[in-house]
């Protein structure tokens, strides 16, 4: 193989054309996140290219969040972890003091058009059709942070189809699996709001009870938007924390 095998415009810098093929590679599903890249050896004699231009490309996909490097072990697609991302705004933990994955509870789901500021994050016009999902996390039977989860259909339609009862506590690795949508990353906001009566009725509190905010916008490794959600919480099991340097 040679470099005119590489994705997109030959115009383009061949170290970005690598950069671009790889990547296109990781949104295909040629390498999954965990998958280790093939070597900087291993690249430039398949696209017959200088090992030099071979790291310029890996460095993109590095600074992208797209690879990952391990000292001694090589370069691997980020595999990012969202299964305890709460964990970072609330506090959920067990008995022994254990920090525990709240359990998640399908209130809702349905085929509606998407609202205008969920349509705006997910960069498409306003009513498409989308998949509209109200979602309740309890800890020990207590509800503590309610969902709002907004979709385009026509990509989760197999999503919408799934039984209720094999939604569990998380869903991206389902959006992968189902509907090959695998989430790299995501951009979130925090604010405080008085609790509505609806809100407050789902995490048994009195009405215009102080609730945290958090607005994700979750986004695929092309940087296209993939999933909005709002996640309102329980003030009293708020907590964050972060280490400046």
């Not at 900087?40 to 231009?53: D, H």
């Amino acid at each position: 193989m040679t470099a005119s095998a590489l994705t997109g415009d030959d115009r383009i810098p061949i170290y970005q054309r690598l950069a671009d093929t790889l990547r296109k590679s990781v949104i295909d599903g040629g390498l999954k996140p965990g998958d280790r890249a093939p070597s900087e050896n291993v690249l430039a004699e398949e696209f017959g290219l200088a090992p030099g231009t071979v790291r310029k490309a890996l460095d993109v996909l590095v600074t992208e969040g797209v690879f990952e490097r391990f000292q001694g072990k090589g370069t691997f697609v980020r595999q990012p972890s969202f299964d305890t991302s709460l964990m970072r705004f609330f506090r959920f933990r067990g008995p022994a003091g254990k920090i525990t994955v709240p359990e998640s509870r399908i209130l809702r789901r349905e085929i509606e058009p998407i609202p205008s500021h969920a349509a705006l994050a997910l960069e498409l016009p306003p009513a498409t059709p989308g998949i509209s999902i109200s979602r309740l996390r309890l800890h020990e039977d207590v509800p503590v942070v309610a969902e709002e989860i907004w979709l385009e259909h026509e990509p989760f339609k197999a999503f919408a189809e799934l039984p209720a009862e094999d939604i569990g506590a998380l869903i991206y690795p389902i959006y992968d699996t189902l509907c090959q949508k695998r989430v790299a990353r995501a951009e979130e906001a925090l604010t405080v709001e008085a609790a509505a009566p609806e809100i407050a009725r789902l995490l048994r509190v009195a009405p215009g009870t102080p609730i945290v905010v958090i607005d994700r916008l979750a986004k695929g490794y092309d940087n296209k938007p993939i999933e909005w959600r709002r996640s309102r919480g329980r003030a009293d099991q708020f907590h964050y924390h972060t280490e400046i340097r």
